[in-house]
DNA sequence: ATCGTTCGTGGAATCGATTACACCGATACC
DNA sequence: GGTATCGGTGTAATCGATTCCACGAACGAT
């Protein structure tokens, strides 16, 4: 592959003038910069990033760890930040931890080897020594969707506060008073946080979330379905199942059907995370959406604004409730149109 | 951040003694090796992936450009092939083309700007010049699940002949006769295949492909929902629908639902595609499964066989028929599980 | 005519690794 | 005892770019 110098000598020029005119530098004679160019379009030569990188030490590549790529939020999340991070002139490249800490730390640990410029993380764990080393050694960090609380990085992020509160008054309108939650894993922000939110949204209409009513998942569809067939074996199972992301959803769906019952006349179901097969499901699942594609490009935002020495925003954007049948349906509403 | 020469300088030794140590070539003394690695915990050396990749030419990276991360099957595919070239060694960086032939060549140029090791793709289209050029110059490419005729580089796909045959076989034993399919682009050779490998097993049973049962879509739901609206208002309509991929046959179901129509009572639906959703749907869908964690893997290993010197083989797998409830019920089958 | 700028250019250092080559001391062999 | 061999080590070249510095030419001002 032709290098600097061949462009150099064919265009007969020293390699100091070719780096001028591919970096466009002002002082270069207009002779010399067609030369040059002549010279690049016939040996089609493309500046070889590696060595680029090493010079300027610049990728012009963000990293990004997610926990679980097979998950749609992730994917419309990984979607969308790629697509920012290439209007800003970045690359991305994606590392998928699959909720595992250690596919974690195996994926931070090679993208900085890879030296790039910043990088994106919706942390699978509390906090890994490998990710807080190098925040503390000034590597451009953003978390976004989970965080590590106690971290100085900027945080991009959904408040489902609200949502959770609406979803829990639409429940309570509709006559449900035994309402369970299939939870995210404790090490997790969001695995708290969402307990936390339905705890505090239940007792403001006057209910208790009882500790049978609280299963422990890890944000897998497998553990939906172990979850909630747990629920239903209990002597007096919850009237609906809300399960804090739509993979564990879709196994609690599962369940309830395994069991020969049905959604949402025998049991009702809500979820986090509002994806577009909802809409196709039997029935459609009732959902907190998430600005996921805002999320993903406001967090490009944050981090190039750190690399690029501006001072770099948090960002927390409200989801917000989208009512389908999956909890019954309000008889006050109209049912024509299903 | 600490590079070899403060190694060298923390250990007393040079940095030939570090990169030895490093890449474990033998002829290095315990005494100095223990020396070395000790100075290297003690900075918490890593060595700059950069610069190595600069000396030897070498990234241990590949590349995949897939033309729709959003669709599950590719995230799948995407999800097997990193997991596979982490097992071999190697990252993965993905980029996503959207089915456009532009942003393909974007990600394909900035890949080889980045000299990854080699390439595996998913063509979008017949056949960029860059992507040919590429492989002139030498490049290791593999293409996966799609191809481009005439180009000599190993192919990784499933064929789905015999699916498709035992997909008409099993329409043609419930009765329906009049059979549609929403096409994939002509440009992508499964776009094309599929229509044929249809249009055959239609043949075997003594039955006809007429145009107007021929919708051209685009892979994306989108296309599906107009190619459908568009059968549904012939007057004499597909008494089935084969979507070619998994996108296009939810826009399909989307359609059917909008006019309030049932699947399967007054319209069958199929896709090629398997994916965990289509279980959950409301019916659940009859499909072709890919094996698509395998395609993956075989994929990879063909790569890392060109780069590493040893000759690459393509590989077909077969793709099988998932029969559900979308397209009816066999009278003799067993309804009680639904 | 002389001096000071400005502009365009090339030489050479540099980034952080790998590796060919030279060297040195110790051992082995005749 | 002389020499060939070998293991361990350091020096320096190299990969392909960017960029500091010096230099020469052209030009305007005095």
Request: aromatic content about 4%; proline content about 7%; charged content about 25%.
């Amino acid at each position: 592959m032709a290098s600097i110098k061949d462009v150099a000598a064919e265009a007969g020029v020293s390699v100091a003038t070719v780096s001028r005119v591919l970096n466009d530098h002002p002082s270069v004679s207009a002779e010399a910069r067609t030369r040059v160019l002549a010279a690049v379009e016939a040996l089609g030569y493309r500046p070889n990033a590696v060595a680029r990188s090493l010079r300027t030490d610049q990728t012009h590549t963000l990293g990004l760890v997610i926990s679980d790529v097979m998950n749609p939020y992730f994917t419309e999340l990984a979607r969308s930040v790629e697509e920012e991070a290439r209007a800003l002139g970045y690359s991305v490249i994606i590392g998928n931890a699959d909720e595992r800490p250690d596919l974690q730390d195996h994926h931070v640990r090679n993208l900085l080897d890879r030296r790039i410029d910043g990088l994106l993380v919706s942390p699978t764990d509390g906090g890994s020594p490998l990710m807080l080393d190098a925040v503390r050694a000034g590597t451009p960090v953003v978390f976004v969707d989970r965080w590590i609380p106690g971290v100085d990085v900027p945080v991009v992020r959904a408040d489902g506060r609200q949502a959770v509160r609406d979803l829990v008054a639409h429940l309570h309108a509709l006559g449900h008073r035994r309402l369970a939650i299939i939870a995210g894993p404790a090490a997790t922000t969001t695995g708290q946080e969402r307990v936390a939110a339905f705890r505090e949204a239940l007792h403001a209409c006057g209910l208790e979330l009882p500790d049978v009513y609280i299963g422990q998942g890890d944000f897998q569809a497998d553990s939906g379905r172990r979850v909630t067939e747990g629920f239903l074996d209990l002597p007096e199972p919850p009237e609906v199942v809300f399960a804090a992301d739509n993979l564990m959803a879709l196994g609690a769906l599962d369940a309830v059907r395994a069991r020969g019952m049905r959604v949402p006349d025998d049991i009702a179901l809500a979820a986090f995370d509002d994806i577009p097969w909802f809409v196709h499901t039997d029935p459609p699942i009732t959902a907190i959406a998430q600005p996921t594609g805002e999320l993903g490009r406001a967090a490009v935002r944050a981090l190039v604004d750190r690399i690029e020495g501006r001072p770099p925003e948090s960002v927390t954007l409200p989801a917000r409730l989208v009512v389908r049948r999956s909890c019954g349906e309000d008889a006050t509403q109209n049912r024509s149109k299903p």
